[in-house]
């Protein structure tokens, strides 16, 4: 059985008064039955750490170089995250393809090594609006897949998130049949590729305007296996009912 996800993504949001919100998580949901994953900016890893480090809930980075080290002024690498708490990444969210230009190339080699640091990447995909209506959507995640992907993935190392790029902070939802095609077509796309046994436990992720009100419905979709938030994962009292209603799923 795949253990559900709730991971949430706080993109470059929060200072140190915003570690009350995980304060509260932890009360709440410190040994939940569900995996538990936050996400924070950079700078805030090490005191979650402290905040999280007898609790069930794990932490992670949002990006990371391809390099271990180096004159890379500005980033930060898979084994600084490590070392500052985290134990996974999440890589290639559609804000960085788009803001920052990466290309699944890149996401592949981050990937890899996220890997070698020993944490387990959130390899995300996503189509545009204009790609959607375009009836193009499963070619293009079956493209940002083979691509992000390098060989050797597994149910330890690596989570992959849906995140309809349309559908990101916009309140804008696919419908439950449009959710259960992608996460069906990413099952089966990773049983071609890596064998049935190794694909089942991979956990998919849905993520795009997930909130306590749709929460239950997308959990119960076909190969939901949790979900990737950002907006709702601010404030405990919006992110506490997103892990309840996966913990009754």
Known sequence: MRQKLAAGNWKMNGTGTA??????????????????????????????????????????????H???????????????????????VILGHSERRADHGETSDMVCAKTSATWHAGLTAVV?????????????????????LAASLPDGASGSNTVIAYEPVWAIGTGKVPTLEQIAEVHDFLRAELSTRLGAETANAIRLLYGGSVKPGNAAEIFATSNVDGALVGGASLKASDFSPIIAALEAS
């Open 19 to 64: 570690l009350a919100e995980l304060e509260i998580l932890t009360q709440a949901h410190g040994h939940s039955g569900a995996q538990i994953l936050i996400c924070p900016p950079a700078t805030l890893l090490a005191p979650a750490a402290q905040i999280t480090k007898t609790t069930a809930i794990a932490l992670g980075g949002q990006d990371c």
């Open 66 to 88: 391809a390099a271990a080290s180096g004159a890379h002024t500005g980033d930060i690498s898979a084994e600084m995250l490590k070392d500052a708490g985290a134990t996974a």
């Open 124 to 144: 995300c995909l996503g189509e545009t609006l204009d790609q959607r209506e375009a009836g193009e959507t499963l070619a293009v995640i079956g493209s940002q």
